[in-house]
């Protein structure tokens, strides 16, 4: 007998004695399911991300089959299901392209089927912000289970990051301090095991975020992949979806603005990619909760930087969840005053309660608040007439000298033109100066790529310079690391300011004050941009991508689509077979 006291969504289908429940019933039971399964039982959906053209989340069948043993043994009945998987490494131009397409994938399978509680399968970096967010526009119960992250990459003898561990290389032989075979040799070294990144880059972030925002069960972001306890935490979390479907524990009662405060708080904490700033964004536009820019400034700017993991520190994720994970690091900011201690979490308790007692076992990996990695490294926000609407730069993987700085402008207009010219001999660059790349927002690359992260030109690598300012629309991959201001609001497609900056114009950067400033008066600027409007760039359009490029909104709204804005929640009319 099912424990369930409430009226199930699911019983529309499956709970009359008419035609309709009929057919629903005898459609499920061809693949062997007994009639008691149907007598009111919660029917669990597990909503899959796997793929393996999404190697990030290749080992999800697995975790599977974990949670649907906990279904089981809570009295329910387990329905996995297919979602559109966008894995990072693999989908071109990028999978942010395809982030709003996987959401709308997520809410629609929900709301269309039998579904009372939903278990989030994810892993790869826009996975997680997808489903939640089409999980939010339904509004029903629901649980994020994380893949985990990858093993410690070991090269050479010595721990190296995903993601972190290219970049480096790749600067090193544009210099010649290593051969080919060398870099070429790494590969292996890099991704040894299943599971996501295992520095804090975006997976590994919005991990974090749902965990923060409690989505998810204590330690569901950083346990690795490959750890039996792992399997334990979808066990649980299988388990754990019964009773919200039994207490009616909605995503609106979790998905608080006091959450979203929490998550600001602890990207700060941790050290994480920027990309949280625009899922978060858009996570929160889908259940209602007001959210912005300003909310970073306000909540975010002050805490410090805890967690000392790749880019901005030392260790992988082994070592954080070894060290006490998130909790431990949610109880440190808890007792600085910098956490909603009553946002309500999945497993029905406050976050508070889940991590008072929490325990560090390593000060050097999540550092007490008397000696962080970085005193103050909340995402920072800038604004001026560079960047009107915003831009973001992320002090814990910036360069402290280079956070005030006034350059020349070396300015690329898109990412071909970036690669085409970066190296070239003859480019007129030096150190001081400010490379500015346009074209590459959320409808100009189209999809906002992760190439903000501009890499030095050889030349000037050669030097033994490792960072100067770089400016764009783009956006950059968690696991990057420089002085790079990103998401500039508007966008050059869109004729904001940064299409109008060109080579030699001085720009100034001012951090610590939130300034992002083009030294060219306000008349210029829409002179220029007058004259860019009379050309006509030849846009490809058609499909998706035409879908995509009339309805996406801009960075500082989340990139999401204008028509998906909102909770629809989760009622269908009922169809009559």
């Known amino acids: 007998m099912s424990k369930s006291k409430r009226n199930l969504r699911s019983a529309q289908w499956f709970g009359t004695n008419d035609k309709n429940g009929f057919m629903y019933r005898s459609w499920m039971k061809n693949q062997g399911i007994p009639e008691?399964?149907?007598?009111?039982?919660?029917?669990?959906?597990?909503?899959?991300?796997?793929?393996?053209?999404?190697?990030?989340?290749?080992h999800l069948r697995e975790i599977a089959e974990r949670v649907k043993q906990g279904v089981y043994e809570a009295g329910g009945l387990p329905v996995e299901f297919p979602v559109f998987s966008n894995g990072e490494s693999n989908l071109r131009p990028t999978a942010m392209l395809t982030r709003n397409l996987a959401s709308m994938d997520v809410e629609e399978a929900i709301r269309?089927?039998?579904?009372?509680?939903?278990?989030?399968?994810?892993?790869?970096?826009?996975?997680?912000?997808?489903?939640?967010?089409?999980?939010?526009?339904?509004?029903?119960?629901?649980?994020?289970?994380?893949?985990?992250?990858?093993?410690?990459?070991?090269?050479?003898?010595?721990?190296?990051?995903?993601?972190?561990?290219?970049?480096?290389?790749?600067?090193?032989?544009?210099?010649?301090?290593?051969?080919?075979?060398?870099?070429?040799?790494?590969?292996?070294?890099?991704?040894?095991?299943?599971?996501s990144c295992n520095t804090m880059g975006t997976a590994s972030t919005m991990a974090c975020m749902a965990e923060s925002l409690g989505t998810s069960l204590p330690h569901n972001a950083a346990i690795p992949a490959v750890d039996s306890r792992r399997y334990v935490l979808a066990h649980l979390s299988g388990m754990r979806i019964v009773d919200m479907v039994e207490e009616d524990l909605r995503l609106s009662k979790i998905l608080t603005r006091e959450a979203?405060?929490?998550?600001?708080?602890?990207?700060?904490?941790?050290?994480?990619?920027?990309?949280?700033?625009?899922?978060?964004?858009?996570?929160?536009?889908?259940?209602?909760?007001?959210?912005?820019?300003?909310?970073?400034?306000?909540?975010?700017?002050?805490?410090?930087?805890?967690?000392?993991?790749?880019?901005?520190?030392k260790y992988l994720m082994e070592e954080f969840y070894y060290s006490g994970g998130l909790p431990a690091v949610l109880r440190r900011l808890g007792e600085q005053g910098l956490l909603e201690k009553n946002a309500l979490t999945a497993n029905g308790r406050s976050i508070w309660e889940n991590v008072e007692t929490a325990a560090c076992h390593n000060d050097d990996v999540i550092r007490t608040v008397e000696n962080p990695l970085i005193k103050n490294g909340g995402i920072c926000i800038l604004r001026g007439n560079l960047a009107?609407?915003?831009?973001?730069?992320?002090?814990?993987?910036?360069?402290?000298?280079?956070?005030?700085?006034?350059?020349?402008?070396?300015?690329?207009?898109?990412?071909?033109?970036?690669?085409?010219?970066?190296?070239?001999?003859?480019?007129d660059i030096d150190e001081t100066c400010i490379m500015v790349m346009k074209n590459c927002g959320p409808k100009g690359y189209p999809g906002m790529a992760e190439v903000g992260n501009m890499g030095l030109p050889a030349k000037i690598l050669k030097k033994g310079v490792k960072d100067m300012v770089r400016i764009s629309d783009a956006r950059m991959s968690g696991t990057a690391f420089g002085t790079v201001v990103l998401h500039v609001a508007p966008e050059a497609m869109e004729f904001g300011p940064l299409a109008a900056v060109q080579n030699g114009d001085m720009i100034s950067l001012d951090a610590e004050n939130g300034v992002l400033h083009l030294e060219v008066s306000d008349e210029e600027i829409a002179s220029r941009i007058e004259e860019l409007k009379k050309q006509q760039p030849f846009i490809k359009t058609g499909g998706y991508l035409e879908l995509y490029r009339k309805h996406v909104l801009q960075a500082d709204e989340g990139c999401d689509f204008d028509f998906l804005v909102g909770c629809r929640g989760a009622d269908v009319p009922a169809h009559s077979h």
Request: with cysteine; hydrophobic share 40%; net charge neutral.
């Open 36 to 58: 008691h399964q149907f007598a009111g039982k919660p029917i669990i959906g597990i909503c899959n991300t796997w793929s393996e053209l999404t190697p990030c989340n290749a």
């Open 112 to 195: 269309g089927n039998p579904i009372d509680g939903v278990v989030l399968l994810v892993g790869c970096d826009k996975t997680t912000p997808a489903l939640l967010m089409g999980a939010a526009s339904c509004d029903v119960p629901a649980i994020v289970v994380s893949g985990g992250p990858m093993l410690n990459g070991k090269h050479h003898g010595k721990d190296v990051g995903s993601g972190t561990l290219v970049w480096q290389m790749h600067e090193k032989l544009k210099t010649g301090e290593i051969s080919l075979n060398e870099f070429l040799s790494a590969e292996s070294s890099m991704s040894r095991s299943a599971g």
């Open 260 to 313: 979203f405060i929490n998550a600001i708080r602890t990207n700060a904490a941790i050290g994480g990619s920027t990309n949280a700033v625009i899922h978060l964004k858009a996570i929160a536009q889908r259940i209602g909760v007001s959210l912005n820019l300003d909310d970073w400034q306000t909540y975010g700017k002050n805490v410090p930087t805890l967690v000392n993991l790749l880019p901005s520190g």
């Open 388 to 427: 009107p609407r915003g831009a973001v730069l992320k002090p814990s993987a910036a360069s402290p000298h280079l956070m005030k700085h006034r350059g020349r402008a070396v300015v690329f207009n898109n990412f071909d033109d970036y690669k085409a010219r970066v190296d070239d001999e003859a480019l």
